[in-house]
């Protein structure tokens, strides 16, 4: 904050700001098995997928969640709730891997211009990108979420659970 960089009162703001950021994450401890069962209305399919992603995490144990994403909209729903998995956004756009920086419980992961646009080539490179830096292992479930690139929908229309394989 301005307060805190220039500000008579810097140690007290940021102190301040702790005790926020603190409480929020108290407050928003995950609420997706309700919101999931009926109680609130998606009006989007994006997030709707996303709200999926992150039920299964929780009754799969899953190991992790990737959001392959344009614009990073996947990735913000997914950082609205506590997840049980991690969540990896992966992006091809360097604006967006600096704007998922910024996100919640999301570890921006910026895709090399050479996977090209090809959905399974960046589901490939995401996954094996995941087992080399030892964040998944050959055999956990792992939670996918994208667009499909078919006409109709702008955004994440498809979940697929797969079991990482050793490759």
């Not at 080539?121 to 994208?146: C, H, W």
């Amino acid at each position: 904050s301005a307060e805190s960089a220039a500000g008579k009162y810097p140690v007290e703001a940021v102190e301040a700001l702790v005790r926020t950021c603190i409480e929020a994450e108290r407050s928003g401890e995950c609420r997706v098995d309700s919101e999931v069962r009926g109680s609130v209305q998606f009006d989007r399919v994006d997030q709707t997928v996303a709200m999926a992603a992150l039920y299964a995490s929780r009754h799969l144990s899953l190991k992790a969640i990737v959001a392959l994403t344009h614009s990073g909209t996947s990735a913000l729903w997914l950082s609205r709730y506590i997840s049980h998995a991690p969540v990896y956004a992966c992006t091809l756009e360097l604006e967006t891997y600096r704007k998922l920086a910024l996100f919640r419980h999301v570890q921006p992961m910026l895709l090399p211009a050479a996977v090209g646009q090809d959905r399974e080539a960046q589901l490939e490179y995401a996954q094996l990108a995941l087992l080399k830096d030892g964040l998944v292992s050959a055999g956990d479930r792992v939670a996918l979420t994208f667009g499909s690139q078919r006409g109709g929908i702008n955004g994440a229309d498809s979940l697929r659970i797969i079991e990482v394989s050793g490759k």
